[in-house]
């Protein structure tokens, strides 16, 4: 089998990449930059370098395979990010149209489907609405939780004010986390075997916490026990995230995330359609690795 993975060497698609050419697979990786063509060879893959933003590069680069895996990179010069997100799920459908795939293992988000109010999740709702319209193309949607990554950004406030936050408080273990190779297990096993059929979707989760929970874990592995979670306005983690250095636009998209996620939306319909937690990193496992960050910085 061959396959197209999008995405570059990012903490998906480089494991994802590995696991299929460990199962005796071959691969092409696309990526927009020159300098990560070395190290998708040393996957054992073929780099294909372009931009997703170009159709025609994603249909020469389609044609002969027999799955592909699609993500929307991040784009945080967007001027209209829900949209641009949106405009690279019609690039895909194209181009996937095109040559004839039949099996596509699409990522997408818990929250993908609200069609609005969910920040830049909305626009991987249009993407997902994109791919569904073709009609003879075994499509599979994954739909991960919160990323343990995003904890990351919490470094800065935690140093400099002492607490961790942000616009949404999460309490009775409804806030969802996913570690990253719990999503690339999830995406090469359908890759592998490819027994989905129809357009369908699945939830990735490796734990289910409050928010207090995540500021006890990481309180504790970095030695500030007494951490707490502190619960933002829209309002203050908006000017923050500008005053960070991101633009108005894709701030006020992770606001609107946020108090999606505060609100309950974001993950109604996970509490209604999700499955048994499945993945292997735990918060507890998360904790020790964002302390080997924190004490790095």
């Known amino acids: 089998m061959h396959y197209i993975i999008t995405g570059s060497t990012g903490h998906i698609s480089s494991p994802l990449t590995k696991a299929l050419i460990a199962a005796g697979h071959t691969a092409t990786v696309i990526t927009s930059r020159q300098n990560n063509v070395?190290?998708?060879?040393?996957?054992?893959?073929?780099?294909?370098?372009?931009?997703?933003?170009?159709?025609?590069?994603?249909?020469?680069?389609?044609?002969?395979?027999?799955?592909?895996?699609t993500m929307v990179p991040p784009n945080f010069g967007?001027?209209?990010?829900?949209?641009?997100i949106g405009s690279i799920g019609r690039?895909?459908?194209?181009?996937?149209?095109?040559?004839?795939?039949?099996?596509?293992?699409?990522l997408s988000s818990v929250g993908a489907h609200l069609p609005d109010g969910v920040g830049p999740v909305s626009g991987l709702y249009l993407v997902e609405q994109s791919l569904n319209t073709l009609s003879d193309v075994n499509v599979k949607h994954l739909r991960p939780a919160y990323f343990y990554d995003n904890l990351y950004a919490n470094?800065?406030?935690?140093?400099?004010?002492?607490?961790?936050?942000?616009?949404?408080?999460?309490?009775?273990?409804?806030?969802?986390?996913?570690?990253?190779?719990?999503?690339?297990a999830v995406a090469a096993k359908a890759l592998l075997e490819l027994n989905f059929t129809g357009h369908s979707y699945?939830?990735?989760?490796?734990?289910?916490?409050?928010?207090?929970?995540?500021?006890?874990?990481?309180?504790?592995?970095?030695?500030?026990?007494?951490?707490p979670?502190?619960?933002?306005?829209?309002e203050q983690a908006f000017e923050g995230m500008v005053q960070a250095g991101l633009s108005k636009e894709i701030a006020a998209n992770y606001t609107e995330m946020g108090h999606a996620v505060n609100s309950g939306t974001m993950y109604e319909d996970y509490w209604k359609n999700h499955t048994p937690?499945?993945?292997?990193?735990?918060?507890?496992?998360?904790a020790k690795i964002f302390a080997t960050a924190y004490n790095a910085g």
């Open 38 to 69: 070395a190290a998708i060879e040393a996957l054992g893959a073929k780099a294909a370098v372009g931009s997703v933003e170009d159709v025609q590069f994603l249909k020469d680069t389609f044609a002969g395979a027999d799955a592909v895996y």
């Open 78 to 84: 967007a001027a209209e990010w829900k949209k641009w």
């Open 91 to 106: 690039n895909y459908t194209e181009a996937i149209k095109a040559t004839g795939i039949k099996y596509v293992v699409n």
């Open 155 to 184: 470094i800065g406030l935690i140093k400099q004010a002492g607490i961790i936050g942000s616009n949404f408080n999460v309490n009775d273990k409804k806030f969802v986390l996913v570690d990253t190779a719990d999503i690339a």
């Open 202 to 227: 699945e939830y990735i989760a490796s734990d289910e916490v409050s928010t207090a929970d995540i500021a006890g874990a990481i309180g504790n592995a970095i030695g500030k026990p007494a951490l």
């Open 229 to 234: 979670w502190v619960p933002f306005t829209d």
């Open 277 to 286: 937690v499945s993945g292997k990193t735990k918060l507890h496992d998360f």
